[in-house]
């Protein structure tokens, strides 16, 4: 939802830093893309609507660009249609500050009203562009540049991580509320971003901001503020991942590299906290919590995955239930001592966090559960859990719902100590591998060349199937702009099989051969009896594959496991379809990888 850039200190290479971190942080949006170089005195803006890449070409044509101090910006689109005039960096009146955001500004507009009123002339439709006007202001009342840009910042309700440039200063300016930001330290350059890839290849040291706080950074040095200008003292962490994992190393997409990543981000999420020898899960961050009922809040994929997350914990005995992140912030049900678990990708999803600090000022133990060492949720909730499935790019999660359905299997299990099922950790021991074999063996390609012609797509399953047909769905129409729904199986009958005809395949997922398989064989004979061509995901243990036009295979193993396996077959039917149609499957339109946004 936007990312922003800076960096300090990188003297020639100041461009390329910038657009190299462009590059990197695209996944947040790609609606225009802007830099601003300062530090001869003067401030030179460059920005384009549209991908990275029409930036990139306006650049290749000027070698007339300097500056050692930078900012860049990537855009998904809130205020204003994406037009080179309202892609970012903004300025003042005078063109000597500029100003890169992400997040909302929610009173914009009355202080855009006061601004014009006070003589400031406005070129765009963005609620941003108040920022450099606003500190603009401040100086020409006689601020310095550190207390203008704070006194700017206080006047802002809303989101924002926002990074500010002047022609004739060193450094870059920069203030966070509700949007993530975090800084990096190199040897002799310091640098900004909405997300460490960004910089990753040049520094491992970060610095997380949290809300309200400030910073300063020169080539040399930094400084963590509160609003009064009051120094806070901040920790250095070291990012643990490799700088090659942010790159498609040899994949047409980041998506079919993350599906395939699968078997190894499985492993990471196991590792050390299976115990194999006596059956049982250790997972040290879940130690002394203790779940009386549990309210799973999230949203789009981990918000599938917290559905299956809550059967996991209601069969464990644990009532438990998942909720969409933005009805919960504003209407939570009775907490009766539940914990509520934020499940998030990211852990900057704008909905899951209202969600989850709307249950801590209820009162409420909170738990993130999340790939994102360092993310606001999972420093703001009580407890961290984290997944291990290393970077996801592409706006499509693949291997991050798979690590979320494996956490969550361990969350169970750790909950009711003693009760472990032998089966499931031994079949979790096996994930890795048999996902492994579904990506060797996929005939999703062959099902993606059939239905391409599919005047939509509907999936099916019942349980712990049941999100995986949502999540399947959901995949299918963000990469492929196909329409597509995921039904519990039972509910078909009720309504959508008015929908079904020759020209809408139905994906059903059908697992084991007990009562939830028999009942899903039934609903696929109802939609083969309307003409509806049917993709069966089995493992074979029942006879679905009897009235199946096309099979996709996955391993016996644990029923719990199955919906983990399905869902990865599902994956490739998604990404082969929408790469058949030629859509554009790491940035699909309209769409940014982290919402930062309500
Ligand atoms: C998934 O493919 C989507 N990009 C989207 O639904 C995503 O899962 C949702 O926005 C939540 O993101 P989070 O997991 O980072 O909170």
Do not use: C, W
């Given at each position: 939802m936007c990312g922003i850039i800076g960096c300090v200190g990188r003297g020639d290479d100041t461009l390329d830093t910038l657009v190299h971190g462009l590059s990197k942080l695209e996944y947040r949006g790609y609606d225009s893309a802007g830099i601003a170089l300062a530090g001869n005195g003067s401030i030179q803006i460059r920005k384009r609507a549209g991908e990275l890449d029409r930036l990139e070409e306006a650049l290749g044509s000027e070698n007339d660009l300097s500056g050692t101090i930078g900012i860049g910006h990537t855009r998904w689109s809130t205020h204003g249609p994406p037009t080179d005039e309202n892609a970012h960096p903004h300025a003042d009146c005078t063109g000597s500050i500029a100003v890169v955001h992400n997040g909302i500004i929610e009173n914009y507009q009355s202080l855009r009203d006061e601004l014009e009123a006070d003589g400031h002339e406005f070129e765009s439709d963005t609620d941003t562009e108040v920022v450099p006007h606003l500190v603009e202001a401040e100086l020409d009342a006689g601020a310095s540049p550190d207390e203008a840009f704070r006194a700017a910042i206080d006047r802002l309700e809303g989101s924002f991580a926002i990074a500010c440039v002047l022609d004739d200063s060193g450094s870059v300016f920069v203030a966070r509320n509700d949007s993530p930001l975090v800084l990096g330290l190199g040897e002799e350059e310091t640098y900004l971003a909405s997300d460490v890839p960004a910089f990753r290849e040049f520094t491992d040291q970060v610095v997380y901001l949290s809300d309200g706080e400030f910073a300063e950074l020169w080539a040399d040095g930094w400084r963590v503020t509160d609003a009064s200008g009051d120094r806070i003292e901040k920790s250095i962490e070291t990012i643990s991942w490799d700088p090659e994992d942010t790159g498609k190393s040899g994949y047409d997409h980041f998506m079919l590299k993350e599906i395939h990543e699968q078997p190894r981000a499985l492993r990471q999420c196991l590792r050390g906290r299976v115990n194999e020898l006596e059956g049982d899960v250790t997972v040290p961050e879940l130690d002394d919590l203790e779940l009386e009922r549990v309210h799973l809040v999230a949203a789009g994929t981990s918000y599938h995955a917290a559905v299956y997350g809550s059967q996991l914990l209601c069969a464990a005995g644990i009532p438990a239930q998942a909720h969409y992140a933005h009805e919960y912030a504003i209407s939570p049900p009775p907490l009766e001592n539940a914990t509520v678990v934020g499940v998030s990708q990211s852990g900057e999803t704008a909905d899951t966090l209202a969600a989850t600090r709307e249950a801590r000022r209820l009162g409420a133990e909170t738990l993130a559960l999340t790939n994102t060492v360092g993310s606001t949720m999972a420093r703001e909730c009580d407890k961290a859990f984290y997944i291990r499935s290393g970077p996801e790019i592409g706006v499509a999660a693949t291997k991050t719902f798979a690590g979320q359905q494996t956490a969550l299997n361990l969350l169970a299990e750790a909950a009711t100590p003693g009760l472990g099922d032998r089966d499931l950790v031994?079949?979790?021991?096996?994930?890795?591998?048999?996902?492994?074999?579904?990506?060797?063996?996929?005939?999703?390609?062959?099902?993606?060349?059939?239905?391409?012609?599919?005047?939509?797509?509907?999936?099916?399953?019942?349980?712990?199937?049941?999100?995986?047909?949502?999540?399947?769905?959901?995949?299918?129409?963000?990469?492929?702009?196909?329409?597509?729904?995921?039904?519990?199986?039972?509910?078909?009958?009720?309504?959508?099989?008015?929908?079904?005809?020759?020209?809408?395949?139905?994906?059903?997922?059908?697992?084991?051969?007990?009562?939830?398989?028999?009942?899903?064989?039934?609903?696929?004979?109802?939609?083969?009896?309307?003409?509806?061509?049917?993709?069966?995901?089995?493992?074979?243990?029942?006879?679905?594959?009897?009235?199946?036009?096309?099979?996709?295979?996955?391993?016996?193993?644990?029923?719990?496991?199955?919906?983990?396996?399905?869902?990865?077959?599902?994956?490739?039917?998604?990404?082969h379809t929408a790469a058949k149609l030629g859509r554009s499957i790491d940035k699909p339109r309209n769409l940014a990888k982290s919402v930062t946004v309500e």
């Open positions: 031994s079949a979790l021991r096996d994930l890795p591998g048999n996902v492994q074999e579904i990506l060797d063996e996929s005939d999703a390609e062959a099902v993606a060349e059939a239905y391409l012609d599919a005047d939509a797509y509907f999936f099916i399953g019942r349980g712990l199937n049941f999100p995986v047909a949502l999540e399947g769905a959901l995949k299918m129409k963000e990469i492929s702009y196909e329409h597509a729904e995921g039904f519990a199986a039972g509910e078909l009958k009720h309504g959508p099989l008015a929908l079904v005809t020759s020209k809408t395949p139905v994906l059903a997922t059908v697992t084991g051969d007990g009562e939830f398989a028999r009942k899903t064989i039934g609903n696929v004979k109802e939609v083969e009896a309307r003409d509806a061509p049917v993709v069966a995901v089995t493992d074979r243990r029942s006879d679905v594959a009897r009235y199946a036009d096309h099979v996709l295979d996955v391993p016996g193993t644990h029923p719990r496991v199955a919906a983990i396996l399905a869902n990865v077959q599902l994956q490739l039917v998604s990404y």
